[in-house]
């Protein structure tokens, strides 16, 4: 169990922290320039503040799955929880060269979830799908990105054009600390699955060789459209 911990805690603050060194590095850059360019340095310390706060949500919602406690649930846009994943991982997908497709529908009703989770598995499902595009040397790399109204319930869809899940690995794609990376933890995947579940739904996954795979599950709509906490 500590160990499972330490290791989700670890995969899933790895980004943020990333990202503050990044841009630490860059307002440095920024400050020693002959004449220094103040608002670069503000945007950065801001993404710096943002990252630091994401870091200690996700602590603070990995633990509050841990233990089993009452799940916080509010009444969430997804094209705008969408439009933050991408944010956090712009520049690892420009990195990739990867192209990005976004096809959320209209008017999707809010549903009913843990913002900061949820937006975990948008990370976890993207960063893999980025992953396996670039390790797998994906010549077309495209990562499509869906949200769509099915039975009261909006389907989300990470879907990529790496080389597929290995045949040998769909049976333990799940499992802790099972990975085929050199530098991966194994976590992802299965932080992702407790999280969907704890919000009743399953994580779904299709793979072909050579074509991709296609991560998804569905969240429970809010209502009437109102937040009732
Ligand atoms: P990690 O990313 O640390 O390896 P995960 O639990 O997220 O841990 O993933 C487990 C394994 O599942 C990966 O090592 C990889 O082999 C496989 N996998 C996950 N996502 C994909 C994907 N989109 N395409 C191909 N294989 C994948």
Redesign the pocket.
């Known amino acids: 169990m500590l160990g499972e911990m330490t290791a989700s805690i670890s995969?899933e603050v790895n980004q943020p922290l990333g990202s503050i060194v990044t841009s630490a590095e860059a307002g440095l850059r920024w400050l020693n320039h002959e004449t220094p360019n103040h608002a670069e340095v503000r945007a950065l310390l801001e993404r710096i503040v943002a990252s630091g706060r994401r870091a200690a949500d996700i602590i603070s919602s990995l633990k509050s799955l841990a233990r089993n406690t009452k799940p916080e649930r509010d009444a969430v846009d997804v094209a705008g929880l969408i439009d933050e994943a991408v944010l956090i991982l712009r520049s690892d997908l420009n990195r990739r060269q990867i192209a990005l497709r976004l096809e959320i529908s209209r008017d999707l009703p809010q549903v009913r979830i843990d913002r900061t989770q949820i937006l975990q598995v948008i990370v976890?499902?993207v960063?893999?799908?980025a992953?396996?595009m670039a390790d797998?040397q994906a010549w077309n790399r495209t990562l499509a990105i869906r949200a769509r109204e099915s039975q009261q319930r909006v389907v989300l869809e990470v879907e990529?054009s790496?080389?597929?899940?290995?045949p040998k690995?769909r049976e333990r794609?799940?499992e802790s600390f099972?990975?085929?990376?050199t530098t991966?933890?194994?976590?992802?995947?299965?932080i992702?699955r407790s999280i969907v579940e704890a919000h009743g739904s399953k994580i779904e996954f299709q793979?072909s060789p050579y074509l991709?795979?296609r991560?998804s599950f569905t969240l429970g709509t809010e209502p009437n459209g109102q937040d009732t906490i």
């Open positions: 995969h976890n499902l960063t893999n799908a992953q396996a797998g990529d790496g080389p597929g899940v290995d690995v794609l799940f099972y990975t085929t990376k991966g933890t194994g976590m992802g995947l299965a992702c793979s991709g795979a991560f």
